[in-house]
């Protein structure tokens, strides 16, 4: 099982940034897929943007496409979500999540929690003025 943790949250106020990092222990699946979700307060967890690991071929939800951007450090095992032009709706808890999928499958369209194995701990980030 890879361990993930979440680090890079915090009250920040509308338009402003934050970058999210999730240490990854390793990658042992054949065919990874990383991709970070977002869950609000009584509403489901949903994935807002992935990346098929190695590929440099990121996917967003619509809902912050232009806005976060999804990255890759292979060299130190780290997960980045840049995080732009921030919005009160964009407040919510943040987790990474790893799993063993098709790179054609990994995209948020496509995806939803049940998809993954893996998962950090999360951390909260809050859009408010």
């Known amino acids: 099982q890879v361990h993930l943790v979440e680090s890079g949250g915090g009250p920040v106020q509308p338009g402003g940034s934050l970058r999210l990092s999730c240490a990854v222990s390793?990658?042992?699946?054949?065919?990874?897929?990383m991709a970070w979700f977002r869950q609000a307060p009584e509403k489901e967890r949903v994935p807002v943007a992935s990346?098929?690991?190695?590929?440099?071929?990121?996917k967003y939800a619509d809902s912050v496409k232009g806005r976060f951007t999804i990255s890759e450090d292979n060299t130190e095992n780290i997960l980045y979500l840049q995080m732009n032009d921030l919005k009160p709706e964009d407040t919510a808890m943040y987790y990474c999540?790893?799993?063993?999928?098709?790179?054609?499958?990994?995209?948020?369209?496509?995806?939803?929690?049940?998809?993954?194995?893996?998962w950090g701990q999360g951390t909260q980030v809050t859009v408010s003025s």
């Open positions: 999540a790893g799993a063993s999928l098709d790179s054609n499958l990994c995209a948020p369209y496509y995806v939803n929690q049940h998809n993954f194995n893996d």
């Open positions: 390793a990658y042992t699946y054949k065919n990874t897929c």
């Open positions: 990346i098929y690991h190695g590929s440099n071929n990121p």
